[in-house]
């Protein structure tokens, strides 16, 4: 669910300076800080091709689904280029029940073409067929930053913030053109590549992101329980600073391995996010900075307002130690490898298991609409669900689909993501 309408007074859902100046001098004052580039849409591509993709695209192996449907790696012909090939099934009509509205590409498409920034994926290219669309990504090879902090046996605070600097300075340049992602999670922090020294942060997925023109409210229902802002639950109006929470939870899971609001329920979760209550336990932060919690401190807010935008955090003395002293202690301090080695298991098994369940349920809704064709079946190997089969595609996009038919029903809000957490998360 989404609206978006008038309001009078929209300014503090924007990107504040740290000394209280207007959010359009602050690009200008941060430009070197954010990378800002003067092209704002991306130049090599104008509008959706509608050949097939295939005459232009050698469609190579899977490297990932999402709710939308696949993620194919493929290789340019024309210039022997590799990319990933996001093929999104569109909804045949309003009335449908598979495949994701067109407008909602559109306006995955629209955001991406706006954003050029080297910790940003790039969009390349897009086919639009009656019955698809294929975005074609900057190829991202080196996985998931989570996966590659928990093959380590031990980073330093230093360290981290490396991958954070970089997280924030994507975010902000975003935030600068008024883009929220609205589902910043581990899932979407990818590396560019791993085997380097010094691996670059890519932020994914823009399919919840939003741009939030002056003078209108954004409101919605969208994203994970544990990184979601209190804002989001309270259906209130939402923008960067909705960002800035989730960047908060991230960073307090990469120093800790604990997620901040994680209940034993995602009832219990929503309940701790709207609280604002979490703490940090000597036993588990004993190795963290103080410097560290007072960052995480100033973005888990209650109020938007409140919170660090993306370019104070770049300039907040954890990140950049303003003395000698500052810079040891974050180098003296570390992550709790232990903790979040386990966190990561948890997680990833967590999204095998969700994958399964969303599986399951197609299968059952398939068999009650439709006893008689039971001719695919649902393959899970090992810990992860291998979705050969095309019924995985398809159960990918109803899981989306679900949460789109629960928005078309005139329910409150807080029952709806109450009813999407329990059947989503
Ligand atoms: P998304 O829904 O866009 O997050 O895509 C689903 C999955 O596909 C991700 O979790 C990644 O594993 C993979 N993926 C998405 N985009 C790319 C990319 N540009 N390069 C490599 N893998 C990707």
């Not at 991202?140 to 930053?145: N, Q, S």
């Not at 589902?183 to 890519?202: C, F, R, S, Y």
């Not at 079946?377 to 109803?398: H, Q, W």
Request: net charge neutral; glycine share 6%.
């Amino acid at each position: 669910m989404a609206e978006s309408g008038r309001a009078p007074d929209p300014a503090n859902m924007g990107v504040r300076s740290p000394n209280g100046g207007s959010k359009s001098s602050q690009g200008e004052e941060y430009e070197d800080i954010i990378h800002l580039e003067d092209e704002v849409f991306n130049p090599n591509m104008t509008s959706f091709k509608h050949e097939n993709v295939e005459d232009l695209y050698e469609l190579l192996e899977k490297l990932g689904s999402g709710h939308f449907g696949e993620v194919k790696k493929c290789k340019e012909k024309s210039t022997g280029t590799y990319y990933a090939g996001k093929f999104i099934k569109t909804r045949k009509c309003k009335g449908s029940r598979l495949g994701l509205d067109r407008d909602q590409v559109e306006r995955e498409v629209f955001i991406l073409q706006q954003l050029e920034h080297p910790n940003i994926m790039r969009l390349h290219d897009v086919f639009a067929s009656k019955a698809e669309m294929v975005l074609i990504l900057e190829l991202i090879r080196g996985g998931e930053l989570f996966d590659f902090i928990a093959e380590k046996e031990a980073l330093s605070e230093e360290d981290a913030i490396e991958f954070l600097e970089q997280i924030l300075k994507g975010v902000a340049y975003m935030h600068t053109r008024s883009i929220a992602h609205f589902d910043l999670k581990p899932e979407n922090i990818m590396l560019l590549q791993k085997d380097v020294p010094h691996p670059k942060i890519k932020i994914i997925d823009f399919g919840l992101a939003q741009k939030i023109e002056d003078g209108t409210v954004f409101k919605s229902l969208c994203g994970t329980p544990q990184y979601i802002a209190p804002e989001v639950i309270n259906y209130e109006p939402l923008g960067p600073p909705t960002d800035m929470w989730s960047i908060g939870v991230i960073t307090y899971i990469l120093l800790s391995g604990l997620s901040p609001f994680q209940g034993e329920t995602d009832q219990e979760t929503l309940t701790n996010v709207v609280a604002g209550s979490y703490e940090f336990d000597d036993r588990i932060f004993k190795q963290t900075s103080e410097l560290a919690k007072d960052f995480i401190r100033q973005l888990l807010l209650k109020d938007p307002r409140d919170r660090m935008t993306a370019v104070e955090c770049l300039i907040h003395p954890w990140i950049k130690p303003l003395n000698r002293k500052q810079a040891v202690n974050r180098s003296r301090s570390s992550i709790n490898m232990k903790n979040f080695k386990k966190f990561n298991a948890r997680r990833k098994w967590k999204l095998s298991y969700n994958m399964v369940s969303a599986c399951n349920r197609l299968c059952r809704m398939k068999l009650l609409c439709n006893p008689m064709k039971d001719e695919e079946e649902l393959f899970y190997s090992g810990d992860l669900l291998r979705p050969t089969s095309p019924l995985t595609e398809r159960s990918n996009k109803t899981r989306r689909q679900c949460e789109s038919d629960q928005e078309d029903e005139k329910t409150k809000p807080v029952t709806l993501l109450r009813r999407r957490l329990s059947s989503c998360s």
